[in-house]
T-cell receptor, first 112, second 112 residues
Framework: GEQVEQRPPHLSVREGDSAVITCTYTDPNSYYFFWYKQEPGASLQLLMKVFSSTEINEGQGFTVLLNKKDKRLSLNLTAAHPGDSAAYFCAVSANSNYQLIWGSGTKLIIKP | DMKVTQMPRYLIKRMGENVLLECGQDMSHETMYWYRQDPGLGLQLIYISYDVDSNSEGDIPKGYRVSRKKREHFSLILDSAKTNQTSVYFC???????????FGEGTRLSVL
């Protein structure tokens, strides 16, 4: 079945620098991709959803890239600020069911 | 306002006691999930429900059971709780497979 590998598990960057988190998946039929942010002690909040028909999506302070050929999904945070300190999770879903396969998470720390 | 509500938010139980975690949503979402998240780790799927009385085991169903008698409510039951079931439990619901799951605030369960 589908497997999702998320890297790195921990990431520390300075305020103002960029940060990149990557998920690779195995199922070529994967169609829906999601990035979630989880602040300490809180629930998961959706950052962005991506369909396989799109490759680049921009949010507020971040960009999501989908490389279908390499089966890679990345979250690029530009000009990181302290509020970006959190855990980030990717999730992947095939078109055929409602089961999501989750990455193991990345704990991002923004240093002043 | 679209919301998934979990009750209680915090719960302390003794080993061997029964535990009932409740989840509600007012969006008539058909599909609902129960996840478990241990400290510093990702999400593990316990059960998925596709509608009333249509439930399927996830990756870690042992020691848990669920009940869905109304579309709006999805309960997680621990019969004779064990200390290794101490965790944070998240409920989520989804309208369509092209939508992102909406998460509740979580229930922090401690089994002593």
């Amino acid at each position: 079945g589908e497997q999702v590998e998320q890297r790195p598990p921990h990431l520390s960057v300075r305020e103002g620098d960029s940060a990149v988190i990557t998920c690779t998946y195995t199922d070529p039929n994967s169609y829906y991709f999601f990035w979630y942010k989880q602040e300490p002690g809180a629930s998961l909040q959706l950052l962005m959803k991506v369909f396989s028909s799109t490759e680049i999506n921009e949010g507020q302070g971040f960009t999501v890239l989908l490389n279908k050929k390499d089966k890679r999904l990345s979250l690029n945070l530009t000009a990181a600020h302290p509020g970006d300190s959190a855990a980030y999770f990717c999730a992947v879903s095939a078109n055929s069911n409602y089961q999501l396969i989750w990455g193991s998470g990345t704990k991002l720390i923004i240093k002043p | 306002d679209m919301k998934v509500t979990q009750m209680p938010r915090y719960l302390i139980k003794r080993m061997g006691e029964n535990v009932l975690l409740e989840c509600g949503q007012d969006m008539s979402h058909e599909t609902m999930y129960w996840y478990r998240q241990d400290p510093g780790l990702g999400l593990q799927l316990i059960y998925i429900s596709y509608d009333v009385d249509s439930n399927s085991e996830g990756d870690i169903p042992k020691g848990y059971r669920v009940s869905r008698k109304k579309r709006e409510h999805f309960s997680l039951i621990l019969d004779s709780a064990k200390t290794n079931q101490t965790s944070v439990y998240f409920c989520a619901s989804i309208r369509d497979r092209n939508q992102a799951p909406l998460f509740g605030e979580g229930t922090r369960l401690s089994v002593l």
